[in-house]
């Protein structure tokens, strides 16, 4: 079955970075679109980021553009958000999940890395 692990969050202080990773197994990684969610206490959902499968199209939510940057690694499963720049409305529960922004499969993903954001 699909697997998504999700690792790489923490701890950082504003205008810090931290380099999120998603390992992935059950499917055809390369097959397949993938995206970066986040929810935060209180809130639905939030769709961050999505890359194709082939990493020629890569879309962001306003939100992060210009400070994070979403990859891929087809040959070991691996997708990844590098997060620059971080504000204390970043803080939130980060998920990667199977699909673009249009095909989300929110069901797919894992049990997410708390990224905290704070002086």
């Known amino acids: 079955q699909v697997q998504l692990v999700e690792s790489g969050g923490g701890l950082v202080q504003p205008g810090g970075s931290l380099r999120l990773s998603c390992a992935a197994s059950g499917f055809i990684f390369r097959n397949y679109d993938m995206s970066w969610v986040r929810q935060t206490p209180g809130k639905g959902l939030e769709w961050v980021s999505s890359?194709?499968?082939?990493?020629?199209?890569?879309d962001y939510a306003d939100s992060v553009k210009g400070r994070f940057t979403i990859s891929r690694d087809n040959a070991n499963k691996t997708l990844y958000l590098q997060m620059n720049g971080l504000r204390p409305e970043d803080t939130a529960l980060y998920y990667c999940a199977r699909g673009g922004r249009m095909s989300l499969d929110t069901r797919t993903r894992g049990q997410g890395t708390q990224v905290t954001v704070s002086s």
């Open positions: 890359i194709n499968f082939g990493s020629n199209r890569k």
